[in-house]
């Protein structure tokens, strides 16, 4: 089916997250993680402006720069995305049956940086990407334990400017498919 001028994207069906290598945010990591059960992904481009006020009205604004809100959601928790959303460690140790899988945070771990990207597929053919490029979280973390309830994985933050190479500046994507591609990050 031939690409349409309006994509009909439906049901969020995957999100993706991949760390860097480095602190700069330049280099990403060999491969990414899976968002397990995938619930929501969430986003909106935010700009702070400025106005130049003078003989008493606004005479211009100036923007500081875009960059992009985001929340996800999923259900369960996945160590390994958490780490690389929140930063700090994961140690396996034992043996079967007595495997232990362990995330650590100290309260020197800062947040990192990572990229982002959700599938959603089209009802207008193929399918339809969300991609952030350098996303932080800057809002809560978090999940809850209830009685009855599944765990479900919450974060938010903000998203800038891409320092890799070959998407420099680049804030987000969103990326119409003829036909259904995995996402990848």
Request: hydrophobic content about 35%; aromatic content about 10%.
């Amino acid at each position: 089916m031939a690409l349409t001028s309006i994509p009909l994207p439906y049901g969020l069906r995957d999100i993706k997250l991949r760390g860097f290598t480095d602190a700069g945010a330049t280099t990403p990591a060999g491969s990414s993680v899976d968002l397990p059960y995938a619930r929501t992904m969430s986003f909106s481009e935010a700009e702070d402006f400025e106005e130049l006020r003078g003989d008493d009205g606004v005479v211009t604004t100036r923007g500081k720069g875009p960059a992009i809100d985001w929340e996800i959601e999923s259900g369960g928790i996945s160590l390994p995305a958490y780490a690389i959303i929140a930063g700090g460690i994961i140690t396996a140790s034992g043996t079967t049956p007595n495997q232990v899988n362990k995330y650590r945070k100290l309260s020197t771990d800062t947040r990192p940086f990572f990229k982002m990207e959700g599938q959603v597929i089209s009802d207008s053919g193929g399918d339809f990407h969300g991609l952030i490029y350098r996303a932080r979280a800057t809002g809560d973390l978090g999940g809850e334990f209830g009685d009855g309830q599944f765990f479900l994985t919450g974060a938010e933050g903000r998203g800038l400017g891409s320092f890799e190479a070959a998407t420099l500046n680049a804030l987000y994507d969103l990326v119409q498919n003829e036909s259904v591609t995995a996402a990848t990050a």
